[in-house]
């Protein structure tokens, strides 16, 4: 007797599960349920690792909805040293998370659902993004979301061409200070971050970008024209906007790393800072992933980008006024 009642506890528990699947999805191969599959590209940044740890946790927050990194294509850059040097450290820290580590990107797409473009050389994000738009799946694009105006206009050009709607974002869109910033109240605002420089991207596309896109977050689309005042130590770029308000950047090179801002608003300033971390960032990765719906739409990003083109263009000549809509125009017919 005592037999058939653990078999039909057995049962029990087998139908409750099996209606719980039945409710929530059917659970892939790696564990992971279906539709909730994470794929990497690039893991030449601590972003990767950073990234796969929350989701993959034990304990991981319920906001995260399930997802979870299965499978990573490790290749980022192949000449910048201090990413290549990571690869193969980043790799092993994702195959104790449950990471497979697959050999090409076709490979991963027929194992995954969705895709994080982490591959810190933003020269690869073109070439690597466009057989994920291809495969129809939705995709993040971390900063830089490519090493030039010409390329990012480019990948949002596909992205519309294969219907596939792409998020891109810094996590310094997120930093402490921001949510309580009204922007239709928005004077100006003057942010500040590290802005190191790398040989092989245009001056502030490395690392600048996270400063500047602090910058548009509080101040929104509508940049006019910039100047640039740059030395060795540091990069101040004054931003007009074509409603009359002005937003700075100013890029560091010595001293600490340090984020944030200050922004004047109709009702009185409010201080940005410290940096928040990676979590409200992939909350809203995870959401876009859920619904299709972007945080920042890709006139945002495209201006974003467009603005540190014009501030590298008034760096050549000599801190002259320079105009997006010019570097615009000049990115569309390359």
């Known amino acids: 007797m005592a037999s058939n009642l653990n078999r039909r506890k057995f049962l029990q528990a087998t139908a409750l599960t099996g209606l719980g699947l039945s409710l929530s999805g059917r659970l892939s191969a790696s564990g992971t349920l279906a539709g909730k599959r994470i794929g990497i590209i690039g893991l030449d940044t601590s972003h990767s690792t950073a990234f796969t740890k929350l989701l993959?946790?034990?304990?991981?927050?319920?906001?995260?909805?399930?997802?979870?990194?299965?499978?990573?294509?490790?290749?980022?850059?192949?000449?910048?040293?201090?990413?290549?040097?990571?690869?193969?450290?980043?790799?092993?820290?994702?195959?104790?998370?449950?990471?497979?580590?697959?050999?090409?990107?076709?490979?991963?797409?027929?194992?995954?659902?969705?895709?994080?473009?982490?591959?810190?050389?933003?020269?690869?994000?073109?070439?690597?993004a466009l057989p994920v738009l291809k495969a129809g799946k939705r995709m993040f694009i971390d900063k830089p979301v490519a090493a030039s105006l010409t390329d990012a206009v480019a990948i949002y050009e596909a992205a519309k061409k294969y219907q596939v709607p792409i998020f891109s974002a810094s996590s310094l869109r997120y930093i402490k200070g921001i949510e309580g910033v009204n922007k239709s109240e928005v004077l100006g605002a003057d942010t500040f971050s590290p802005a190191v420089l790398e040989k092989t991207h245009p001056d502030l596309f490395w690392y600048g970008v996270h400063g500047v896109e602090t910058l548009f977050t509080v101040m929104g689309t509508g940049c006019k024209q910039v100047n640039r005042i740059h030395n060795d130590t540091t990069d101040i770029v004054v931003g007009t906007w074509q409603d009359g308000r002005v937003g700075t950047f100013r890029g560091t090179r010595t001293g600490k790393h340090d984020y944030g801002g200050t922004v004047f608003t109709q009702k009185g300033n409010v201080v940005l800072g410290p940096y928040n971390g990676y979590q409200p960032l992939l909350l809203d990765i995870v959401k876009y992933f859920e619904t299709g719906a972007v945080p920042v739409t890709p006139e945002e990003t495209i201006e974003i980008f467009a603005f540190m083109e014009a501030a590298d263009e008034s760096k050549r000549r000599n801190g002259a006024t320079v105009t997006l809509e010019s570097v615009m125009t000049k990115a569309r017919k390359s």
């Open 56 to 128: 993959n946790a034990a304990d991981a927050a319920p906001e995260l909805m399930g997802y979870k990194v299965t499978a990573a294509y490790p290749q980022g850059s192949k000449d910048i040293e201090s990413s290549v040097k990571r690869i193969p450290g980043y790799t092993e820290e994702v195959k104790k998370l449950g990471v497979e580590i697959v050999g090409s990107i076709q490979e991963l797409l027929g194992k995954v659902d969705v895709v994080l473009l982490e591959t810190n050389d933003g020269r690869l994000h073109l070439e690597q």
